[in-house]
């Protein structure tokens, strides 16, 4: 088995890029760039990246597995929701744990079932906040002297599907614009694994 199923890695160009880039900026130990800092040529591989993608900006890691482990706990906290694919690859396992976020699953690729979830959840989240602005009225329109009504604090929770464009493990790919569709139409935020699709 392989990850090179594009075979990209003895690919001509790929070679003489990084064989030019060696000549230009050599070799050392490596390592990350917390440890060794950011070279001229991270900037401009970074800076292209967002042009060729059309973002603002980029950030590119040395090793593939450690980008969910990171970025997911950054995005994430403990009180969030993660609405995840039960196939996730085990950087995205190990990311979602390290957030301590709530997380559900949806089974793999079947985004019916990842609909009824987000509709569950904005269901629930529609009958909370009636309840509240009931509670928040009741304190409002009641006597003085009734200070024991607990009208609790809204909590502002963020909710997160996270998805791979193409899976590893069963080389499946998603409907991305379904996904896009679905995140919008709920108001969740998306994290794409685009590992396999985009590299």
């Not at 990350?32 to 590119?60: D, K, M, N, Q, V």
């Not at 039960?86 to 559900?104: H, K, P, W, Y």
């Not at 009824?116 to 989240?125: G, P, S």
């Amino acid at each position: 088995a392989t990850t090179n199923f594009a075979n990209l890695i003895s690919h001509p160009r790929i070679e003489a890029a990084c064989e030019s880039t060696l000549r230009r900026l050599g070799c050392g130990s490596c390592g990350p760039r917390g440890f060794y800092g950011t070279s001229t040529e991270h900037l401009r591989c970074e800076g292209e990246f967002a042009r060729w993608s059309g973002a603002a900006e980029s950030i590119s890691y040395s090793f593939g597995s450690s980008v969910a482990s990171s970025v997911v706990p950054a995005f994430c906290k403990r009180g969030d929701l993660i609405v995840c694919d039960e196939a996730a690859n085990f950087s995205l396992q190990t990311g979602m744990q390290l957030s301590r976020a709530d997380v559900i699953y949806y089974r793999h690729n079947d985004l019916a079932h990842l609909e009824a979830i987000l509709r569950d959840v904005l269901h629930k989240q529609n009958a909370r906040r009636g309840a509240g602005i009931f509670r928040g009225w009741l304190a409002q329109n009641t006597s003085s002297n009734s200070s024991s009504i607990h009208v609790p604090r809204t909590v502002t929770q963020r909710r997160f599907i996270v998805a791979e464009a193409i899976n590893p493990l069963y080389g499946t790919v998603c409907d991305v614009r379904k996904l896009v569709e679905l995140k919008h139409k709920y108001k969740f935020r998306l994290l794409l694994d685009e590992s396999y699709s985009v590299g």
